[in-house]
Protein backbone atom coordinates (compact mmCIF):
# COMPACT_ATOMS: atom_id res chain seq x y z
CA UNK A 1 0.00 0.00 0.00
CA UNK A 2 1.29 3.28 -0.78
CA UNK A 3 1.57 5.88 1.96
CA UNK A 4 1.34 9.29 0.25
CA UNK A 5 1.68 11.93 2.92
CA UNK A 6 0.36 15.80 2.60
CA UNK A 7 3.05 17.40 4.67
CA UNK A 8 6.90 16.86 4.99
CA UNK A 9 7.63 16.42 8.96
CA UNK A 10 4.29 15.94 10.38
CA UNK A 11 5.17 15.44 14.20
CA UNK A 12 7.13 19.00 13.89
CA UNK A 13 4.49 20.22 11.98
CA UNK A 14 1.61 19.31 14.43
CA UNK A 15 3.89 20.69 17.67
CA UNK A 16 4.25 23.82 15.83
CA UNK A 17 0.47 24.37 15.35
CA UNK A 18 -0.97 22.84 18.10
CA UNK A 19 2.06 24.33 21.02
CA UNK A 20 3.79 27.19 19.55
CA UNK A 21 1.28 28.89 17.82
CA UNK A 22 -1.06 29.62 21.00
CA UNK A 23 2.78 30.21 22.98
CA UNK A 24 3.02 33.09 20.10
CA UNK A 25 -0.88 34.19 19.93
CA UNK A 26 -0.34 34.12 24.08
CA UNK A 27 2.86 36.50 23.87
CA UNK A 28 1.58 38.47 21.44
CA UNK A 29 -1.73 39.51 23.64
CA UNK A 30 -0.02 41.38 26.78
CA UNK A 31 2.60 42.37 24.57
CA UNK A 32 0.34 44.64 22.40
CA UNK A 33 -1.37 45.79 25.64
CA UNK A 34 2.07 47.49 26.30
CA UNK A 35 2.89 49.70 23.78
CA UNK A 36 -0.60 49.77 21.20
CA UNK A 37 -0.92 53.81 20.65
CA UNK A 38 -4.78 53.62 22.11
CA UNK A 39 -6.87 54.42 24.76
CA UNK A 40 -6.64 52.12 28.01
CA UNK A 41 -9.99 50.38 26.59
CA UNK A 42 -8.96 49.48 23.03
CA UNK A 43 -4.88 48.55 24.45
CA UNK A 44 -7.12 45.52 26.47
CA UNK A 45 -9.83 44.94 23.78
CA UNK A 46 -7.91 44.88 20.10
CA UNK A 47 -5.76 42.42 21.27
CA UNK A 48 -8.42 40.02 23.13
CA UNK A 49 -10.45 40.51 19.79
CA UNK A 50 -7.62 39.60 17.74
CA UNK A 51 -6.38 36.67 19.33
CA UNK A 52 -8.84 33.89 17.49
CA UNK A 53 -7.66 35.36 14.46
CA UNK A 54 -4.01 35.52 15.39
CA UNK A 55 -3.77 31.54 17.04
CA UNK A 56 -5.64 30.28 13.62
CA UNK A 57 -3.73 32.26 11.27
CA UNK A 58 -0.66 30.69 12.73
CA UNK A 59 -1.77 27.59 13.15
CA UNK A 60 -3.10 27.09 9.49
CA UNK A 61 0.92 28.65 8.88
CA UNK A 62 2.49 25.96 10.47
CA UNK A 63 0.91 23.13 7.87
CA UNK A 64 0.91 25.59 5.21
CA UNK A 65 4.13 26.41 4.26
CA UNK A 66 6.53 24.71 1.78
CA UNK A 67 9.70 24.30 4.68
CA UNK A 68 8.93 22.69 8.33
CA UNK A 69 11.53 24.96 9.88
CA UNK A 70 10.22 28.35 8.17
CA UNK A 71 7.16 28.48 10.66
CA UNK A 72 9.81 27.79 13.94
CA UNK A 73 11.49 30.29 12.75
CA UNK A 74 8.86 32.92 12.18
CA UNK A 75 6.38 32.39 15.67
CA UNK A 76 10.10 32.75 17.74
CA UNK A 77 10.87 35.84 15.97
CA UNK A 78 7.52 37.23 16.95
CA UNK A 79 7.86 35.21 20.49
CA UNK A 80 11.25 37.64 20.84
CA UNK A 81 9.95 40.70 18.98
CA UNK A 82 6.88 41.27 21.13
CA UNK A 83 8.85 40.39 24.36
CA UNK A 84 11.60 42.86 23.68
CA UNK A 85 8.58 45.72 22.19
CA UNK A 86 7.02 44.68 25.58
CA UNK A 87 10.44 45.06 27.74
CA UNK A 88 11.04 48.65 26.27
CA UNK A 89 7.76 49.52 26.28
CA UNK A 90 7.36 48.89 30.24
CA UNK A 91 10.89 50.08 31.34
CA UNK A 92 10.60 53.38 28.87
CA UNK A 93 7.37 53.84 31.32
CA UNK A 94 8.79 53.36 34.86
CA UNK A 95 12.05 55.72 33.59
Not at 24 to 53: D, K, R, S
Request: hydrophobic content about 55%; some cysteine; overall charge positive.
Amino acid sequence: MNKKQTFSATKRRHFMACVLALITAVVMIPGMTTYLPFAMEEQILIPIMLFPFIWAGLFIYAYMAEKAWQPCIFMLTIIISHAGLSFFAISGAQG
